[in-house]
């Protein structure tokens, strides 16, 4: 059994599949939503939570990141196996810390489980136990008809993505983990039938990659967006609307201003010297491809946890489960890396 926080449109995908799959799933959230086994629940009410809580072979956080610390803490304590989207890497090490306190009462804490980082954990640990030591990861997002200002949409939460722009990148620099500014770092990249577009560094992709890929010595995360959009990101940034007391304010704004229901692409490359994997996969006419390689990748990791394939302890997910059999789960659902 497992139960999804938040009905939004990862939850909705990861409770999908997980029921398509033959796991009995609930969905909560403070809102309706429409879908089998819903019912209203507040992650703010810990008496609530940890009573639903209890039981459940697995419990999915699809809210927010600023909710994941405390109710991995909580499932700790109800004894559940906890898996979250990730989004924060600050988060997601004080996550990690629990590691002692998660083994000792035998449930598994994984963060960190959607696309990225989340899959793309798993192939860059691919690639590192292959040998390479020069890493980079290259994702986006993107409507497959650019519109408005920005050339976006949104396909996630807008707190999430605002959080990207915001903080530092952690890279890895000739061995060595550093911090560069987000929006930086801007680099033509092309996809075979779309125009040339931009990546530039934004936070979160790594997470835990620096310490887990022992030895690399170059290390990086860009997000891929439509030419242009980094550019005007970045003056808003300067102009201060993303300002401690004006960026609730504008996230407002952008989420009622970007378009909802453009049909999107996902777009990844993650290479070294010597290999690399892409990924292209396109809304499919039901689930966006944010949903499918989000939602879809965290209910396979769900599944198993669910099914105990997975240590007691809190660990990243390149570390947690079995990367040959994630990726032969995500090629049954049509999410196919391939060698380039």
């Given amino acids: 059994m497992a139960l999804v926080l938040g009905a939004g449109k990862m939850g909705i995908a990861i409770a999908h599949d997980l029921m398509k799959s033959g796991v009995e799933a609930r969905i909560c959230d403070i809102k309706a939503a429409h879908f089998p086994n819903f019912f209203f629940l507040d992650a703010r009410n810990d008496e609530d939570v940890l009573r639903e809580m209890k039981g459940e072979d697995v419990v999915i956080s699809a809210l927010p990141y600023d909710f994941n610390l405390h109710l991995a803490k909580l499932a700790i304590k109800a004894k559940t196996n906890f898996i979250d989207l990730g989004g924060n890497s600050y988060i997601v090490e004080k996550e990690l810390q629990l590691h002692e306190e998660a083994r000792k009462k035998g449930v598994t804490i994984i963060p960190d489980c959607g696309l990225a980082p989340g899959m793309t954990n798993i192939v860059a640990y691919h690639l590192w136990r292959e040998g390479e ?44 983990v550093c911090k560069v500014a987000s929006l930086t770092g801007i680099e033509e990249i092309k996809f075979e039938n779309f125009p040339p577009l931009e990546a530039f560094y934004t936070h979160g992709g790594t997470s835990t990659l620096p310490k887990t890929l022992e030895g690399v010595k170059e290390l990086d995360y860009k997000t891929i967006r439509y030419k242009g959009h980094a550019e005007k990101i970045m003056l808003l940034k300067q102009l201060g609307f993303f300002d401690e007391e004006a960026r609730e304010f504008t996230e407002r704004i952008l989420e009622k201003a970007l378009p909802k229901d453009e049909k999107d692409v996902v777009l990844a490359r993650i290479y070294g010297k010597d290999a690399a994997f892409e990924l292209i996969d396109y809304h499919d006419g039901v689930f966006s491809a944010m949903q499918r390689t989000t939602g879809f990748s965290t209910a396979i990791i769900a599944r198993m946890v669910a099914d105990g394939e997975t240590r007691a302890g809190a660990y990243p997910p390149e570390l947690a489960v079995d990367g040959e059999k994630f990726m032969e789960e995500a090629r049954k659902r049509g999410i196919v890396w391939r060698a380039i």
Avoid: M, T, W
């Avoid at 890493?135 to 997002?141: C, D, E, N, P, S």
């Fill in 133 to 176: 030591r020069n890493i980079h990861i290259r994702v986006g997002g993107l409507p497959q008809h650019p519109c408005g200002p920005l050339f976006y949409a949104l396909f996630f939460s807008i707190h999430g993505l605002i959080n990207e722009y915001l903080e530092d990148a952690i890279i890895v620099r000739n061995g060595k």
